[in-house]
């Protein structure tokens, strides 16, 4: 899978380097961090591709590149905003903008509290489009008493929306018969 994910710039960047740690190693990575973030990671043995965000003429900016999934985390409500509107004016909003026009998956993961009505309307007008809308938003049912638990419970949904299999977090078990 060749998987794009930009970093913008909204709290919780040490999520996206969590995501980044725990990802496959099979998984081809194209990161592009926006000039409000800050990423900094070096990762071995993983198949990773920086790129600039305002290189438009980057790889990842066309859809013949092939990109099939691509990941916005954190997603400010700037880049939210800019999406919503067909904006591309750097990387992150133009990868998204490819990932709707390629109808492939698009996950955004806005962060803001609490979130303004017009934020509200975009993340309504992406959904209907069929991007996946997945905050970071903690659970209580998956025995989390750490914040690395939590940190682990958010990339492991990201990821299985995402389709990416892992058992980095604790599910649900009613202990079914
Ligand atoms: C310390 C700090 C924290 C911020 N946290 C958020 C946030 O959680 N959500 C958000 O939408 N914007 C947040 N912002 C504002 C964005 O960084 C700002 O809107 C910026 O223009 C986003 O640019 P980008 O979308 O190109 O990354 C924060 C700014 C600072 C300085």
Redesign the pocket.
Known sequence: MKLALAV?????VGLANKFIEHLPNTIELHIVA????AIVSIYENKKIFFHNDENIASSISSGSFGIDKTIIL?C????LAKIACGIAD?L?TRIASVALKERKTLLLAP??MPFSTIALENMHKLSFMGVIISPPVIAYYSDIKTVEDMEMFLVGKWYDALGIENDIYKRWCNNDK
């Open positions: 913008t710039g909204a709290s919780g926006s000039k409000n973030s954190p400010s409500m700037n880049t750097n992150p962060r803001e």
